[in-house]
């Protein structure tokens, strides 16, 4: 039992960019302007031109459902947009289009794993409205001596995700932070790796005490630094004899603090009121189709995993808490199959994708997506982890080598592009993992060659032998390893050891 | 000179809509009523002769039409009669100016209007007042003076407006011409610079209903842009009859009350009973939440107002003063681009929409308009439309009223209740009062234009009030 000894109470305010969308949600521009330059994908209506007029977005409206469906949640009958007034120069109109009353969704929740196993984080609401422009300073914003503003990010759509009070702690909250991303990459509706995402604003309160509003969270870890933070202060402040007061802080993500923007008396006033070029849009006959399309969600997935692959807990949760590496697992199993006619052991699959490969790319700090390069060449690296999987399944190469050729993968720029370029329609994936491995001499050496390599460092090393003659065990590993090196990696280790035995009589 | 639209045809297919427009162009440049704020001399030309070079078909082919300044006209100035939208061209077209431009209408310019369409008389623009030809000293109404104005001395045969609360009718009930407020959702708002969304439409101006109806089939229809717009195929034109034999007219004493100029009433009952000669049944009707209209409308209007404004801040178009910090450069832009009637509007819109007052005002106000709309919708069960007074007086005088905004707002009574409601309304010439002409409203059901332009017609086939002309200008 977790006895949440400060009494900490922290309710999220997630806004999820739905970058997935082809058009912003207002108008027709088009959402794919990371890479283009500022101010390129704008329109009459996104710039909030006088006499532009918003139409919603059929599609940025299902995917809020879409989300609100997963999260369990409650979808409205009538759905409203209203106004929120306020000035700021990366709001064109001067307000912006969110939701009030009659938000898409409510009532929902999460199950994430809490300090004290499950805890269910209960969702307040789920709302649409339109993200706002982007400031860009020259250096720092103290010391710009002007702002850029740039309108390619106003009116995409966002998915403003409230949690009730319900984490306890800095780390119940980067686990909420983590599942909801989960979440959201399985119903496709969300990029997390793209810029300005995910948003957070995080209210936290202890020991019953008035709650603080940090804004200008940007990641997972961010939200779990500021709100380590923000308890040492507030713990700090009653310790003195103080009285946490309500207010608005900001995180200085490069400090790692929260400081103050406004009290209580200086809050906005939103001045809400329903926005009139938009109807109410009637939304309860979208759910039970939308429904349908739901996808298998991460909890399920993991407790098939378990089930149907006969791995461990721990297994099914690192594969499905990214939707990638629970896709390129099942895919891996199912080419396999395709390719050799015969089922690949998941649990030996789920060794090496999982407890290996993971491991080697989250040590490179690299991800599955940006290792595999998007799309173009995802099959190819599920081709190569498919050849070497049935190489070493049937004994043609071994352990070591299948590690070489991973990193060698992980190692060349973009996931290995000294191994993609060269493959080609004729040449097998096997083939051209033997290929390489033979022009870098670390093929699996079997035979005559160990035989050989065997006689060879009996004869070079007579210290050892004689060590090991009188009894010192160990010497025999040193006679293995000159072995290894003579076949630089390709022989069997095991095999090599019992034709040492053998031959030292 | 107030030729209608089909005389302007045989004349440009006789000579050239060049030479048409010439004319409207000449008389424009020696007149004294400030009805345009931007002139597209050029631009105009240009097009009659591209025009002339091809085959004269579009219903409004060669025919100029003059363009109230808050509709968005791509690579011309639309100031809205502000100081604040200081060199401001849109980049875009409005729906409606699409619709012009495929018809084949020459746009000939930009009309004088109330700043942001924010009065009665067109004496809060920036560019100053415009005048009545009926009478130099007198205002043209509003808020869509200019264009009113405009259609009345004889400077366009057709013109387009804005109706928020009567900014339509107003106007065209004091310059003796025909003017069409819409049902809410019939012409698509795209381009039309906000003042209060939910109560506003575009609506045509001209000298007759035959041409008022023949501007507004071009201009209604469905649009996608607009959230509002709605999906109806009408011909306006076809249902022209002078026929109102059967045609059940209702009368709202609460139209008719205290404040109403005796010759204006005198005027509009006779209008009244002209329709019931020509075979018309009369009835009365009540409409017990009338009074209520004015200050519910008004609320409304200033709190839609107060937020469709904030985007005016100088970053991206219009004034800019000197640069500062982000507070300080934006109310200076504010506080020097805004006129008096506008910051007033905006003020109390944004009070009547704060936390604390927001019910007190706001949602009451929209309590009201449900009750006003009910109003309605129980006088239609009886009767096919209603008639009452445009205005409830002639055209005051200029600078008569605007240092008393109240009683300025006064002068709404009778037109802001059509908009809560949403219906259609159309106000006709129906006599004089010391030479100053009057208007008659007759309001119609919801999507029911047909019968008030039907209605409309027949009055004005069996008078002469709309042939007067103004002497003297």
């Known amino acids: ?505 | 000179m107030w030729a209608g639209i089909n005389e302007l045809m045989e004349r440009i297919h006789a000579s050239s809509s060049e030479e048409v427009v010439s004319e409207y162009f000449e008389r424009i440049e020696s007149s004294k009523l400030n009805a345009f704020i931007t002139l597209s001399k050029e631009s105009a030309l240009l097009r009659a002769r591209e025009i002339d070079s091809k085959a004269h078909d579009g219903s409004l082919a060669g025919i100029p039409v003059a363009i109230k300044d808050n509709i968005s006209t791509k690579g011309t100035l639309t100031t809205c009669g502000s100081r604040i939208l200081t060199g401001y061209v849109p980049p875009y077209d409005a729906h409606v100016i699409e619709k012009l431009k495929g018809a084949g209408a020459v746009i000939i310019g930009k009309t004088n209007m109330d700043e942001f369409a924010m009065g009665t008389s067109t004496e809060t623009s920036f560019f100053g007042a415009a005048r009545n030809p009926w009478d130099l000293e007198r205002v043209p109404g509003g808020s869509s003076g200019g264009s009113a104005a405009a259609v009345a001395g004889g400077e366009v045969p057709i013109a387009l407006g804005s109706d928020t609360g009567g900014s339509v009718r107003c106007p065209a009930s004091f310059c003796g011409v025909v003017g069409l407020k819409p049902t809410y959702g019939v012409v698509s708002r795209y381009g039309l610079v906000s003042y209060a969304n939910s109560l506003e439409q575009i609506g045509p101006f001209a000298t007759n209903v035959r041409d008022v109806a023949a501007l507004f089939d071009v201009i209604a229809g469905y649009d996608a842009r607009d959230s509002t717009s709605v999906q109806r195929e009408m011909n306006y034109s076809s249902e022209l009859r002078n026929e109102v034999s059967g045609l059940r007219i209702g009368i709202p004493e609460e139209y008719f009350g205290e404040g109403t100029d005796e010759n204006v009433e005198k005027a509009v009952r006779n209008g009244i009973h002209t329709l019931e000669d020509l075979g018309a049944d009369l009835a009365e009707v009540k409409m017990p939440h009338t009074k209520y209209a004015l200050s519910a409308y008004y609320i409304i209007a200033m709190s839609e107002a107060s937020s469709n404004l904030a985007r005016f801040d100088g970053m991206r178009y219009g004034l800019r003063t000197d640069d500062s910090d982000w507070h300080t450069t934006f109310s200076q832009v504010r506080a020097a681009g805004f006129g008096d009637e506008v910051k007033r509007r905006i003020l109390l819109g944004t009070y009547a929409l704060s936390a604390g007052y927001h019910d007190k005002y706001y949602l009451k106000a929209l309590r009201v308009r449900t009750l006003i709309k009910q109003d309605f919708e129980r006088a239609f069960r009886d009767v096919d439309v209603l008639i009452t007074p445009t205005m409830p007086y002639p055209a005051f005088r200029l600078g008569e009223k605007i240092d008393d905004p109240l009683s300025l707002y006064l002068a709404d009574v009778d037109t802001v209740p059509i908009n809560l409601a949403g219906v259609p309304s159309i106000s006709v010439p129906c006599g004089f009062s010391q030479g100053l002409p009057i208007g008659m409203q007759i309001i119609g059901r919801h999507f029911d234009e047909a019968a008030i332009l039907r209605a409309a017609y027949t009055f004005e086939e069996n008078t002469d009030f709309h042939t007067r002309r103004p002497g003297g200008i």
Not at chain 1, 194 to 220: C, F, P
Not at chain 1, 339 to 353: M, N, R
Not at chain 1, 411 to 427: E, I, Q
Request: charged share 30%.
């Open chain 1, 1 to 505: 039992m977790y006895e949440n000894p400060d009494g900490v109470m922290i309710g999220l305010e997630v806004h999820v960019q739905l970058n997935k969308l082809k058009t912003k949600i207002f108008c027709g521009c088009a959402t794919d302007y990371h890479k283009d330059p500022p101010n390129s994908h704008v329109c009459p209506v996104c710039l909030g031109l006088p006499g532009s007029l918003p139409v919603i977005n059929k599609k940025a409206v299902e995917a809020a459902i879409k989300v609100g469906l997963a999260l369990n949640c409650r979808i409205e009958e009538y759905t409203q947009f209203y106004r929120k007034n306020y000035y700021y120069p990366d709001l064109p109109k001067g307000f912006q289009i969110s939701q009030y009353d009659f938000p898409i969704a409510s009532k929902g929740q999460i199950i994430i794993e809490g300090e004290d196993g499950e805890l269910i984080v209960r969702i307040t609401r789920a709302h649409l409205e339109e993200d706002p422009g982007r400031l860009v300073h020259e250096g720092t914003i103290d010391r710009s001596k002007y702002t850029l503003i740039d309108y390619n990010r106003s009116g995409m759509a966002l998915l403003e995700i409230v949690s009730d009070p319900d984490l306890r702690s800095p780390k119940e909250a980067r686990r909420y932070l983590d599942k909801l991303r989960n979440i959201l990459e399985y119903l496709d509706v969300f990029d997390g790796d793209l810029e300005g995402a995910l948003r957070v604003d995080a209210n936290i309160s202890i020991m019953g005490g008035q709650r603080a509003e940090i804004k200008n969270i940007s990641s997972h870890k961010g939200a779990e630094r500021a709100l380590l933070f923000e308890i040492v202060r507030q713990k700090n402040v009653v310790r003195r004899g103080g009285v946490v007061v309500q207010e608005t802080r900001h995180f200085d993500e490069a400090r790692e603090i929260t400081l103050s923007m406004r009290t209580k008396e200086e809050a906005h006033d939103y001045r809400y009121f329903p926005e009139p070029d938009l109807m109410p849009l009637k939304v309860s006959g979208w759910a039970p189709e939308i429904k349908e399309t739901l996808p298998e969600l991460p909890d399920a997935r993991r407790m098939r995993f378990i089930k149907q692959y006969g791995i461990t807990d721990d297994q099914a949760k690192s594969l499905t808490g990214e939707l990638v590496w629970a896709d390129y697992y099942e895919q891996v199993l199912k080419i396999y199959e395709n390719e050799y006619g015969e089922k690949l052991d998941p649990k030996f699959a789920a060794a090496w994708i999982n407890d290996y490969l993971k491991g080697e790319m989250n040590y490179r700090g690299s991800t599955l997506t940006y290792a595999v390069g998007k799309v173009s060449h995802h099959l190819i690296w599920h081709e190569y982890t498919v050849a070497i999987l049935g190489l070493l399944k049937h004994e043609k190469i071994t352990d070591d080598n299948a590690v070489i050729i991973f990193r060698n993968l992980l190692d060349s720029p973009r996931g290995g592009s000294d191994w993609r370029p060269v493959k080609k329609a004729a040449d097998s994936a096997e083939n051209y993992v033997m290929r390489i491995l033979e022009e870098k001499g670390l093929l699996k050496v079997e035979g005559d060659i160990v035989e050989t390599a065997a006689f060879e460092a009996i004869n070079e090393n007579p210290q050892a032998v004689a060590d090991y003659k009188a009894g010192k065990e160990k010497a025999l590993n040193s006679l293995v390893g000159a072995v290894m090196k003579k076949t630089k990696g390709g022989a069997d280790a095991r095999k090599v050891r019992e034709i040492l035995l053998v031959k030292l009589g």
